[in-house]
């Protein structure tokens, strides 16, 4: 909801995430075979491809997160633009339920919740609030 109040906004940017099963491979596919453009690559943990306005996270598959190719595995994320635990707060307030507590993952701080469909989303506080 966007208002001319002057206030800072609760999100700013974010990116869709996409749970895979080998790195290498999927990197592979999106660079050389979409020809977009690797952004950053943290080994096996984590890479982020620019597809021209839009951020595509890759993320190993892991016991608490979807299995690549089923519901759940494509997450949009909203970078937060100020601190996560006052958007969590003012969503929380707006009638959102959050899918438990906020995850820190120093330096990544995340919160899961569901559209009104269930479709997942998280907020993404990474470093300082609006970092990305």
Known sequence: M???????????????????TDMDRAVRFYTETLDLKLQHRAGDHFA?????????????QEPHTPLPGTSGSIQIGLNVARPIEEVV??????????????????????????????????LCQYGEPGGS
Request: proline fraction near 8%; hydrophobic fraction near 35%.
């Open 2 to 20: 966007n208002d001319d109040s002057g206030a800072t906004p609760l999100t700013n940017g974010g990116m869709a995430t996409i749970y895979v």
């Open 48 to 60: 982020t491809i620019d597809a021209g306005g839009l951020r595509i996270g890759l993320h190993p």
């Open 89 to 122: 707060d003012e969503l929380k307030r707006r009638g959102v339920t959050f899918r438990g507590p906020i995850i820190d993952d120093d330096p990544v701080k995340i919160a899961f919740f569901g559209d009104p469909d269930g479709n997942d989303l998280y």
